[in-house]
């Protein structure tokens, strides 16, 4: 997990006590904390008294930790705060039973596109909070394979499959009738001299061998063509991002107004937005969660809200990002664990 900078020495074990105390209650009710109420937690070593815990209080609120929302009022963590409580949780463990069961409900759907979406859903069911699953493929992919199948006069389905397991299917409309031994040749010729090929050299290979009119194979190059120009070699669908149960954020006491409720919809709704959100605050964060308190560098609109996500490799160059959106009020320990579940699952079943 992430570790945070703070100005809390480690001699200042009280201190930092104290603090976490006061996040923990503020998880727990979503009320100011006054220092009476956590005078009467529970410590290790011995509990301080009400005025160590009140000098305790005016110090941290000082160094940026807590806030006073009034005069009279306890105190509130700050996102400072809670990136410290969190640090402190240590490392979680996936429930292996669970990831078990998680990974035989992916495995059962026939393409790795529907089994990062149904990661999203599972997140959601998970937390009650806005589930975010995004794939991602690698820079450079590999072909596969091609199929060409007939469609109807003069119109063809073009199947690029490439390495990542990433198909893409496309209606290829042509100038001339095709036989079927036609199409056989082209697709061998293809396969033979360009699988394992990433895109862009096999692009650049067949460019080449078109210009040269002496290669043996120009006339069924020129057939191939066809295909070509209507973008056989191009790179399959670019990224793509799932999120669900953002409906849920409705019923959630975040004391926004109706405006900034509407930019908080229209943020989640970028999709590029947020897959450059997901990029930005997981960074390193490889089978290990990383969490994000205050995403106000995102957008304005989300400065309450937590990322708790993790990078998850699901081979041949592909990648997906697994993630949980919510209020500064999650129940941490269960969000981390259900992204490392949906995580594991997914990089298991991606075998």
């Known amino acids: 997990m992430d570790s945070t900078s703070n100005n809390l020495q480690p001699t200042q074990g009280k201190k930092r006590q104290i603090l976490h105390a006061i996040v923990e209650a503020y998880l727990d009710s979503g009320e100011a904390v006054s220092s ?4 009467q937690r529970r410590f290790t070593g011995s509990s301080p008294s009400s005025a160590t815990v009140r000098n305790a209080m005016a110090e941290l609120t000082e160094l940026g930790f807590l806030t006073q929302p009034h005069t009279s009022a306890g105190r509130v963590p700050t996102p400072l705060a809670i990136q410290s409580y969190v640090s402190s949780l240590g490392q979680f463990k996936a429930n292996p039973s669970e990831v078990a069961k998680l990974q035989q409900r992916l495995k059962s759907m026939h393409s790795l596109s529907e089994r990062v979406e149904e990661g999203s859903h599972v997140l959601t069911g998970l937390t009650r909070n806005v589930g975010i699953t995004a794939s991602v ?17 003069r119109q063809y389905l073009m199947v690029v499959i490439t390495s990542d397991r990433a198909v893409r299917n496309q209606v290829v409309s042509v100038y001339q009738d095709l036989r079927p031994e036609d199409l056989t040749e082209m697709r061998n010729y293809i396969n033979q001299e360009f699988a394992g090929w990433t895109l862009a050299d096999a692009r650049r290979a067949l460019t080449e061998r078109l210009q040269d009119e002496r290669n043996q194979y120009h006339s069924l190059l020129k057939r191939i063509e066809i295909f070509y120009a209507q973008g056989l070699f191009e ?6 991002v799932f999120l669900d149960g953002a409906a849920y954020l409705v ?31 997981l960074q390193g964060s490889d089978q290990t969660p990383a969490v994000q308190i205050g995403l106000a560098e995102a957008h304005p609109a989300l400065s309450e809200f937590s990322l708790v996500g993790v990078h998850v490799p699901l081979g041949s160059g592909m990648t997906a990002r697994v993630a949980v959106l919510g209020p500064l009020r999650l129940n941490y320990p269960r969000t981390i664990a259900a992204v490392m579940e949906v995580g594991q699952a997914l990089a298991e079943s991606a075998l």
């Not at 790179?235 to 793509?240: A, F, H, I, K, M």
């Not at 019923?251 to 970028?270: V, Y």
């Open 235 to 240: 790179g399959s669908e670019g990224p793509r």
């Open 36 to 39: 009476s109420a956590i005078a």
């Open 251 to 281: 019923g959630l006491d975040l004391h926004l107004t109706r405006e900034k409720m509407r930019e908080l919809f229209q943020a989640l709704e970028q999709k590029q937005q947020v897959l450059q959100m997901l990029d930005q605050f």
């Open 137 to 153: 493929p690698p820079a450079s992919q590999m072909l596969h394979q091609v199929e060409l199948l007939p469609l109807a006069a």
